[in-house]
């Protein structure tokens, strides 16, 4: 009897696998690096916004979530945020920032392919499998749950931003991780509606339950 209850609940697990227990939250940029401006509102202190939502919303999941900054105007290359979740061992980074693109909408990027920077070759091989995996069943998730009220940009690789391409197929933070690491452009903070939607609180609040779906 007890081999057949133990037997049921690894199916149980197989069906239904856990969240993520531990996660790392990358809120892009700081008061130096900046990042894009909207008419409003700058790249950073969203990006900080929303990851402070989003960890209050993770934390009331039961999971334990990891900040690569502590303050809102605090700089921290990008290298050091992946070391960060690294030396934290979190199941997966979720690095938070705003587009400058001329399209409007919300996209989720990967490293497909390892890039260098100052002689530092990354990630390995089981990490881009890793993120790859991790990134499609998120993208899939947040898209649903967001319910058209972000333009879907769709799920793309690090090498299609301009920093991802220069360095040969990653971005710096994805360069350096050594967990699975995933990028959101949560909006074209640019666009006058994408601006509005995610400045204003139910915007906000709408986009985090997204973030929540994605990473759970």
């Known amino acids: 009897m007890r081999l057949r209850w133990v037997l049921l609940l690894l199916l149980a697990a197989y069906a239904h696998p856990l ?3 531990r996660i790392g939250i990358d809120p892009g940029h700081g008061r130096k690096t900046v990042g894009t401006f909207g008419k409003h509102s700058t790249e950073y202190k969203i990006c900080w916004e929303v ?5 209050s919303a ?12 502590e303050r809102e105007e605090q700089d921290v290359p990008n290298s050091e945020r992946a070391e960060i979740a690294n030396r934290a061992h979190v199941d ?3 690095r938070l920032h705003c587009d400058a693109d001329n399209d409007h909408g919300i996209a ?3 490293p497909a392919k390892q890039g260098k920077i100052r ?6 091989p089981e990490v881009i499998d890793a993120s790859k995996t ?3 069943r998120f993208h899939k998730a947040l898209i649903q749950s967001l319910k058209g009220a972000l333009k879907n940009r769709g799920l793309r690789t690090d090498s299609q931003t301009a920093v991802g391409h220069r360095l040969g197929g990653a971005l710096e933070g994805s360069i350096y991780a050594k967990i699975p690491v995933l990028l959101v452009e949560m909006c074209v903070l640019r666009n ?7 400045t204003s609180a139910e915007g906000q609040e709408r986009l985090v339950t997204a973030l929540v779906a994605g990473v759970q």
């Open 108 to 110: 989720t990027f990967y």
């Open 119 to 124: 002689n530092k070759t990354g990630p390995a």
């Open 134 to 136: 991790a990134a499609t």
């Open 19 to 21: 969240s993520a227990q």
């Open 192 to 198: 006058p509606k994408d601006e509005a939607f995610i």
């Open 92 to 94: 997966l980074l979720v």
């Open 58 to 69: 993770l934390e009331k999941q039961g999971m334990e979530v990891v900040l690569t900054k």
């Open 51 to 55: 990851g402070q939502r989003l960890k």
